[in-house]
């Protein structure tokens, strides 16, 4: 299958600092990623569609100024927290399909953020 | 409204037994795609098999097969000769609207016992 590369795996920030996450599709072009917030035993809740080359399409209640997505290039998504707050402690995610007619996602690894 | 029911929180299985968790979906669309993931306490969700809506024979890979029932809009996963490694999360999800955005379910915690 496809591989996802997502960095870092874990951050810890003090509150009030920004803090970005990487989403590269490592042997595969991506023109859409998606990123997914994912709280302790929950499912996974999309958080917004990452588009290469135009502006991302967030999910109803997520922040945009909150939560800002670059997708710069066909390999590469990132998604960046700013002014981390507590309750923005969770775990990311990002998926990217190489499969344009069955659409598997490949996920990253995720990445757990602790805001202090 | 939910689009991908998980009714099982939690199941255990006996080593070496199969198991089988169940999948609803709620879709108005001809063309959807049916899909499940497994993710360990790493957190990593990883690609098990997938299910397309005009597909009309059931989907296996390996261990893993499909028992889809379209008329009934379920697609339970069925894990044969369960393993010790096979604990985790399972997710079922669904994508639909030219296979865009993906809905998951709420998941089942699967035991295997040794």
């Known amino acids: 299958g496809a591989v996802v590369s997502q960095h870092p795996s874990w951050v810890i920030c003090k509150s009030g600092t920004s803090v970005k996450i990487e989403c590269r599709s490592l042997?595969?072009?991506?023109?859409?990623m998606f990123w997914y917030r994912q709280f302790p035993k929950q499912s996974l809740m999309l958080m917004a569609t990452?588009?290469?080359?135009?502006?991302?399409?967030?999910e109803q209640g997520v922040e945009k100024d909150k939560f800002l997505i670059n997708h710069a290039s066909l390999t590469l998504s990132t998604l960046t927290v700013t002014s981390a707050h507590p309750e923005d402690s969770s775990f990311y995610i990002c998926s990217a399909s190489q499969d344009s007619i069955r659409n598997i996602q490949y996920f990253g690894a995720g990445t757990r953020l602790s805001v202090l | 409204a939910q689009k991908i029911t998980q009714t099982q929180p939690g199941m255990f299985v006996q080593e070496k037994e199969a198991v089988t968790l169940d999948c609803t979906y709620d879709?108005?669309?001809?063309?959807?795609?049916l899909f499940w993931y497994k993710q360990p306490s790493s957190g990593e969700m990883i690609f098990l098999i997938y299910?397309?809506?005009?597909?009309?024979q059931n989907a296996t890979e390996g261990r893993y097969s499909l028992n889809f029932q379209k008329a009934r809009k379920s697609t339970n996963l069925v894990i044969s000769a369960s393993q010790l490694g096979d604990s985790a999360m399972y997710f079922c999800a669904m994508s639909q609207n030219n296979f865009n955005k993906f809905y998951f379910g709420s998941g089942t915690k699967l035991n295997v016992k040794p």
């Open positions: 879709t108005s669309d001809q063309s959807y795609g």
């Open positions: 042997d595969f072009q991506a023109t859409t």
């Open positions: 299910q397309g809506s005009y597909d009309e």
């Open positions: 990452s588009n290469e080359g135009s502006k991302a399409t967030y």
